[in-house]
């Protein structure tokens, strides 16, 4: 995985979202942003860095961000610019002039691209001269390599990808064809267009994006580099872009409910249909209908229609979005129509609430060895969001109700598992961290003038306070670092997971410039600083920062594997202490038992073939990466895709027979009650129902190549980790009942 910021990249499929004006051309000076902006960093930064030192890392990051792996620029393209801002785009930002070096960057970038790109689509109309034989090899992710010469070893670069593009995709084919016959399928890609085309539409896709680029998307991604030349996570967010961010912490959109796909051929695909939403309740859009162009006015009119073939799909989502009750018309190419066919479709936007991103529970029974059963509960945390508006929507408020409707449901034990949540309100985990442990420091914020602030719990007793597993993995971070860090170092949880979360301790403040701005300028598209201000540190006194909250007990993962984590990220703050947090009151880390549910632990996971994949899995990874290189000789590819294949199959028989066995005990042995915010209401809850529940909130569409993949379902729906978690659990719980007696036996004979 490379070494980028994690939220920022490109996703495949985007909902559609909130309410906000069209995207227009820019008449906002970014000149004046950019000053701006820079003393806005120097003012409120956590690091209070001397700008005087920073003209390189500047410079630097802003071109790694446009060319990161090194095959649009030369050499010679670096040298001379490096010669003219290499040491003074501070200089420029502050004396208004900080456009003109970017601008002049992006168009050399931009005039490399279309040569790079269309002399790789010319190698692609005439695939021939490619044969696999040769014993060359391409490097994978060239971050590390050097920038080309000459225009010769740049096309040598680009001929290789391509290459390897070209047989990367005849080998899937080839795969996919292999899999569908020996499941008497239909080959789900016989009818593609030809991988030369489908790759040289791919090409065009990212040549549309490039050349499209206004002013406003130049200084965006000029003045992310500049905020992320200070940490990861300071950035500057265009307008649209916060607007997204918004969206996303409040878990609710102003829509149309599809889900979105840029395809090969330029078009873009529903994906998904929400239930119950805006395009859902007017019914004429279908799952795998082809959006082709959008008229956001609803004018009616063909000139009102804008092209959006090739188009990049937040643009395409700027285009679709608008205000509650605003009618938006779409250009249709229907999946079930005839070739060429079209269709104007106009759906009202309306509010989509985002479910699948809620909070939710379930309770678990589970049979205990010596009779009688253990309930258990589970809470599902996917991000801390919040509505900063109107504070209508906090997930502290939906995990209050789930966990007391837990409690009133006599559960023994909690499991909280927050992995992939990369966090989001500091507020939201503070009241939440009360909820199991009552009245106390949560955690302590430091600013840049190195003032410690301690935030408390609100709660001044806990809601639940039986026993407690944390799941976490590489990507729990932030807020979740929080939470699992003030719950560990008040033994008040079982920390369970990857051998550490992401290693996120810091705070970031969004900040709009337009506020800074002088009176009479236009600052509509002037967008937003989010700077890192404070610095958090658990309560025992250390911070996350790098380091991440460490499991207590570590299950082997692929994670682990991947270079994920602050630490792989550029310019990233120090990992340091303070003392404690005054008031701070651990308890007794011997209630935890966690010697001894260790070793029952790693007894299970030696017995693991599941767990044992992963490890096998993971070196194979490791290996792969400290490599970096892949062949392009078809019949070494295709002997590593054979071996391969014969591991999957062999794996899946051995599967298939296990989990066989595993179900039927899981049957004997778990019985599973679906917990959502709507079930809240109801006296008695029903039992989960996993396949009917997989399109309670969403329509998805059907993916032939991904139904060819005969990988069994996990037994019970339960993965390793959360299978483990609810074993670790268990075993907590039993081991506080012995003592229990045990203690209390003891004061009897006392």
Not at 75 to 89: E, H, V
Not at 185 to 201: F, G, Q, R, T
Not at 247 to 261: E, F, T
Not at 557 to 579: C, F, K, N, Q, R
Request: aromatic share 6%; charged share 30%; net charge negative.
């Amino acid at each position: 995985m490379k070494k980028r910021s994690l939220h920022k990249m490109l996703a495949l499929g985007l909902m559609l979202a909130t309410a906000s004006v069209p995207h227009v051309a820019a008449k906002t000076n970014f000149n004046l942003v950019g000053k701006q902006m820079l003393i806005m960093l120097r003012n409120s930064h956590y690091e209070r860095l001397n700008i005087d030192d920073l003209g390189v890392r500047f410079f630097d990051t802003y071109i790694k961000s446009l060319d990161g792996n090194k095959q649009y620029f030369l050499a010679s393209d670096i040298d001379m610019f490096r010669a003219k801002y290499g040491t003074n785009l501070h200089e420029l930002l502050l004396a208004e002039q900080c456009m003109t070096p970017a601008e002049e960057i992006y168009n050399l970038y931009r005039e490399r691209a279309n040569d790079r790109i269309k002399y790789a689509q010319e190698l692609l109309k005439d695939d021939s001269s490619f044969t696999f034989e040769s014993d060359r090899e391409v490097i994978l992710d060239r971050e590390k390599a050097e920038w080309p010469v000459s225009d010769e070893e740049a096309k040598q670069i680009w001929k290789d990808q391509v290459e390897q593009a070209l047989l990367s995709e005849f080998l899937r084919r080839e795969s996919v064809a292999d899999l569908a016959a020996k499941q008497g399928k239909a080959d789900p890609l016989k009818d593609k267009k030809l991988p030369s085309e489908m790759i040289s539409l791919r090409y065009e896709r990212i040549l549309k994006s490039i050349n499209s680029a206004d002013e406003e998307d130049i200084a965006d991604r000029f003045f992310s580099a500049i905020a992320k030349s200070y940490d990861p996570h300071t950035d500057y967010f265009s307008m649209s872009e916060m607007e997204r961010f918004m969206a996303g912490m409040k878990n609710s959109l102003v829509g149309i409910g599809a889900l979105l796909q840029a395809e090969d051929d330029g078009s873009t695909k529903i994906t998904g249909i929400v239930v119950g939403g805006p395009a859902d309740k007017e019914g004429s859009l279908k799952l795998n209908d082809r959006v082709v162009g959008v008229d956001h006015t609803n004018a009616g009119t063909e000139e009102a229609v804008v092209d959006i073939m090739f188009e990049k799909l937040d643009r395409v989502v700027d285009m679709i979005r608008g205000k509650e009750g605003v009618d938006v018309r779409l250009k249709v190419e229907p999946a079930d129509g005839s070739p060429g066919e079209i269709k104007y479709i106009v759906i009202n936007r309306g509010k989509v609430e985002l479910k699948d991103e809620l909070a939710k529970a379930e309770i678990i029974e589970m049979a205990r060895p010596n009779g009688g059963k253990q309930r258990l509960g589970f809470i599902r945390l996917p991000s801390f969001y919040a509505d900063f508006q109107n504070w209508e929507t906090r997930c502290s408020t939906d995990i209050e109700k789930l966990l007391s409707r837990l409690k009133e449901e006599n559960v023994q034990g909690v499991i909280l598992d927050l992995r992939g949540n990369g966090g989001g309100s500091l507020e939201e985990v503070r009241r939440m961290t009360g909820f199991f442990t009552g009245r106390g420091p949560v955690v302590q914020v430091k600013n840049s003038r190195n003032q410690v602030e301690v935030k408390d719990s609100s709660h001044a007793n806990p809601i639940f306070d039986g026993p407690v597993v944390v799941l976490i993995d590489k990507t729990s971070a932030s807020a979740s670092e929080i939470l699992a860090g003030a719950l560990q170092d008040y033994n008040r949880a079982v920390v369970v997971g990857d051998s550490s979360s992401f290693g996120k301790g810091t705070v970031q403040q969004p900040m709009q410039i337009k506020k800074m701005m002088p009176f009479m300028a236009d600052a509509s598209r002037a967008g937003v600083l989010k700077p890192t201000i404070q610095k958090f540190y658990r309560i025992a006194g250390s911070t996350t920062q790098l380091k991440g909250v460490e499991s207590d007990i570590v299950l082997p993962s692929m994670l682990d594997a991947y270079e994920v984590g602050e630490a792989y990220l550029d310019h990233a703050l120090p990992h340091d202490i303070i003392p404690q947090a005054p008031g701070y009151r651990q308890l007794d880390r011997g209630n935890l038992f966690v010697d001894d549910i260790k070793k029952q632990s790693l007894e299970r996971i030696e017995k693991s073939m599941d767990f044992e994949y992963i490890e096998e899995d993971a070196q194979r990874l490791i290996k792969r990466r400290q490599e970096n290189v892949i062949s392009l000789n078809k019949e070494v590819r295709k002997k590593d895709l054979t071996d391969n294949e014969e591991r999957r199959e062999l794996r899946n028989t051995e599967r298939r027979e296990r989990f066989a066995k595993i179900a039927e005990k899981d049957a004997d042995l778990f019985s599973f009650y679906r917990l959502n915010l709507e079930d809240l209401e109801l006296d008695e809850l029903v039992e989960i129902d996993r396949e009917k529940d997989k399109e309670s909130y969403m329509r998805k569409a059907k993916d032939d190549v991904a139904d060819l993949d005969d990988t069994p379902e996990w037994p019970s729906s339960l993965d390793p980790v959360k299978r483990e978690g609810i074993h670790i659990l268990a075993d907590l719980i039993e081991a506080a009942e012995q003592a229990r007696v045990a203690g209390n036996l003891q004061n009897n004979n006392g």
